[in-house]
């Protein structure tokens, strides 16, 4: 897009790029025009970070209008929406799907505000609802722009069936506001399916195909057992034990209704997580839907522990739970420089550990000494906040070298062809199909090319090569020039090669140059 490709109807690499909507590639092209073209990682995944950011602005709205009622909110207003959305922030799938740019974090946080917008429409008293709810159709209609219905099928549906079945009220209010809701639901409708349909209307038969494709795709690749999103808690992170004990019913029930509308989280998240089961393909990013619920819950937990130990009505239960979540406090605070010391990686010795047996020994110190009495879950949610910013802060910039880490050193890398002073001021072709990431590597476009085996045709000036070429092959280069291309005097010359990753398993490619000899130029 940014090298003057069409924004409406994506390319990548000379060909159509249809398989994902474009609201999150429009975001980072836009960025690029911005600061002008970059390779900064760092910077490109802004508009991620961003999102995910957005994400946990529009779960407070949300968390605020659904708690604004809850007779626990009265004795402090707004600490649980703070809560939940301090839960969010700091949950560890949320910080990795936000750091690593996938289109999950633009889609499920857009949503979710349309949820914020859409709640705050019906329970608002006057004519502004209309705003609400309009401006809640317009940012779910940009999440379907954002990855298609996924968001639509794993954080709306889920959360309207129960905000609807479990509570006669909202149904009420959604009757008093049947006007602003089909506006709302027609807007959504219109801005989510407004890309389709002009790809459709312009690029009809490759729509087709590439639908089929996802599709297909959804039982096909990535299959996983439909058990498979059974840890799910897990995910959060250091809320993890947390999360668990808010999804035991009659544990939970009893203690956190007071807080927040327990059904409705509990049924948001079961039936989110039924849902993404019963899809055959599964990967762990899907998860991020389950994390808005999860934090809900969690958030109702730590609010009545905090009221339970603050009147001395915690019973046994409640302080086991509370110790058993210190002792895995203390254990991470323990085992990180530990793992410091003992990995080796540039960078994790010297200041950076000195900082982490500071900052890591002092807060085990404190949380020892929660653990040894009566823990305070305020003191122990400082401390999982305080744990997790210190891990983001010394652990996440090795998290790349962590991956690499059994990479084989001195691989020749499509970064390294860039600058092969032959190869950068010809075209470059490719006679297989190159994945994306090497042609984000390459820098450059490197279209497919099908040598004819009949016939001389180059995609050049009149079908005649009227300069050297390079091209790119899976295969020896060698072997693949056609008959007829030898007779016309054409050859190739092998000038350099590349592995596809960082290990000799991945893959390895060949680099020629292809051209005409010199007695046969005329």
Known sequence: ?????????????????????????????????????????????????????????????????????QSGDADDPGRTAWLGALVLASSLLVITTGREGQWDIFAVSLMVGALWLMVKGWQHVGHASWAWLAAAGVVGGLSLLSKGPVALYTVFFPFLLIYFVGYPKHRQQVRRRIAGTVLGAGLLLMIGCSWPLYIYQHVAPAAIMVARTEISSWGERHVKPVWFYAPFAAFTGIWALVALSSLVWPYARPRVQRYIPYLLALG?????????????????????????????????????????????????????????????????????????????????????????????????????????RLPRPTALTGASLTGMAALLVLLLPFYPLWERRRDNAGLRQMRDIRRHVALQRIPWY?????????????????????????????????????????????????????????????????????????????????????????????
């Open 268 to 372: 948001w998240a079961l039936l989110a997580l039924l849902l993404l089961s019963l899809v055959p393909e599964k990967k762990e990013r899907y998860m991020l839907p389950l994390m808005p619920p999860l934090a809900l819950l969690v958030a109702g937990m730590l609010r009545f522990w905090e009221e339970a130990v603050a009147t001395k009505q915690a019973t046994r239960s409640d302080q086991w739970v509370l110790r058993a979540w210190g002792v895995i406090l203390l254990v991470v605070c323990l085992a990180v420089p530990v793992f410091m010391l003992i990995i080796h990686l540039p960078g994790t010795k010297g200041p950076r550990l000195w900082a982490a047996l500071v900052v890591f020994g002092l807060l085990g110190v404190y949380v020892l000494r929660q653990v040894v």
């Open 1 to 69: 897009m940014v090298a003057g490709g069409s924004w409406l109807i994506p390319t990548m690499n000379g060909e159509l790029r249809l398989a994902k909507p474009p609201v999150p590639t429009w975001a980072v092209a836009g960025l690029q025009k911005v600061v002008g073209p970059t390779e900064n990682l760092a910077l490109l995944r802004l508009p991620a970070a961003l999102a995910a950011t957005l994400l946990v602005l529009f779960f407070w709205g949300l968390v605020r209008e659904l708690t604004r009622h």
């Open 430 to 522: 490719s006679l297989d199909t190159l994945h994306v990431k090497q042609v984000w590597a390459a820098g450059r476009a490197v279209p497919i090319w099908h040598l004819p085996a009949t016939a001389i045709s180059a995609p050049t000036t009149q079908g005649r090569l009227s300069e050297p070429v390079a091209v790119f092959s899976a295969a020896p280069l060698i072997p693949r020039l056609p008959l007829v291309w030898r007779r016309a005097g054409y050859s190739i010359t092998q000038a350099d090669s590349f592995y596809l990753g960082g290990k000799k398993e991945s893959g390895y490619w060949y680099v020629g140059i292809l051209a005409r000899n010199a007695q046969n130029t005329h």
